[in-house]
């Protein structure tokens, strides 16, 4: 390893433990983040229910669980579950896209004003 790259490596390890300076950028950042979180936390969540939703109804039509489970007319419901899970799926964008626009009107000032300091510095 030659000198210069012994330096590098020392200088990357020496980084990792000392304190950092809290900059506006980082409250910028965390900022940004309280915004997005809770919107795309919900998007994670819901969408993946309604995709075990819309399997559920999948797997009544497609397989012999209906049988095993005892219903009778597994056709009924597994396309009226399909239906509900996938009408989740369809409306989870939209919910989404609520959420944060609701949030980005309440941090909006915030988060200008932050920026503005930070640019004019």
Do not use: C, W
Request: charged share 20%; proline share 2%.
């Amino acid at each position: 390893m030659n000198k210069n790259d012994q330096y590098f490596l020392v200088q990357k390890i020496r980084t990792q433990y000392t304190e950092k300076e809290h900059t506006g950028l980082d409250e910028l950042k965390e900022l940004d983040t309280k915004v997005k979180r809770p919107a795309n936390v919900f998007a994670y969540i819901f969408g993946s229910i309604s995709a075990i939703i819309m399997g559920a109804g999948m797997s009544l039509v497609m397989t012999d669980i209906a049988e095993t489970v005892g219903i009778q007319n597994p056709m009924l419901y597994g396309i009226v579950i399909g239906i509900i899970g996938m009408f989740m799926a369809i409306v989870n964008y939209p919910i989404y896209k609520g959420i944060l626009g609701s949030r980005r009107k309440k941090y909006a000032d915030k988060i200008i004003a932050l920026s503005d300091k930070i640019m004019n510095k």
